[in-house]
């Protein structure tokens, strides 16, 4: 497991996690997976905006890791803490995965295995180690941070009677901006892109 430890810090440095509980795939194998093979599971690598990535990801692995494969298992997001908890559970659980940070991952610590050693020297660029953190040891690195920008339509704002090189600065500010925008246009202020 240790050898397996070092290989799954520094395959993908950052994006994912190590589990001590086995191969996903190969459901017979005992637990820490099949010798030369490591599994990644993920909700990432299946799409294709992101081929180039794990492709560049294994061959960099491949060179520093000579005898040892990578297979990354691309799971449904919806279904993927409910896949993985089962796995992990009956210790079929994959070498390595991608979390989300906080609960997801802070729920399972207890069948990860600490990466402190390995991304010492990561945590000096990069931010957001809290979320991958759970009673003082590190279980994951952060490899985004996700926000919510907040975008405005200019046009809206003219409709309306207001200023858009002036948008509100305060969330009180920003309610009545919306009631006004709504009331003289009859356009909702928040919508959804999700892409």
Same mark, same amino acid.
Request: positive net charge; contains cysteine; proline residues 5%.
């Given at each position: ?38 599994? *990644?599971? &993920?909700? $990432?690598?299946?799409? +294709? ?5 794990? =492709?560049?990801? @294994?061959?960099?692995? %491949? ?55 390995? *991304?010492? &020297?990561? $945590?000096?660029?990069? +931010? ?5 953190? =759970?009673?003082? @040891?590190?279980?994951? %690195? ?54």
């Amino acid at each position: 497991m240790k050898q397996r430890t070092l290989w799954s810090a520094t395959l993908v440095a950052g994006l994912v996690v190590l589990a001590g509980c086995g191969s996903a795939s190969d459901p017979d194998s005992a637990s820490g997976g099949s010798k030369g093979k490591l599994v *990644v599971w &993920d909700w $990432k690598s299946g799409d +294709a905006t992101a081929s180039s990535y794990v =492709k560049k990801a @294994k061959a960099d692995f %491949a060179q520093q890791h000579p005898g040892v494969t990578v297979e990354f298992v691309a799971q449904p997001f919806e279904q993927y803490y409910t896949l993985l908890g089962a796995a992990i559970q009956a210790g079929k659980g994959p070498d390595v995965m991608l979390f989300n940070g906080g609960g997801q991952i802070r729920d399972r610590a207890d069948s990860l295995l600490p990466l402190g050693e390995y *991304v010492r &020297d990561d $945590k000096k660029r990069l +931010a957001g180690w809290e979320a991958f953190t =759970k009673d003082g @040891k590190t279980y994951a %690195a952060p490899v985004t941070l996700q926000g919510h920008p907040i975008y405005y339509n200019k046009s809206l704002y003219r409709k309306a009677g207001l200023d858009p090189e002036q948008p509100a600065t305060s969330w009180d500010e920003f309610v009545a901006d919306c009631r006004t925008i709504t009331k003289a246009t009859g356009a909702r202020c928040f919508a959804q892109g999700n892409k």
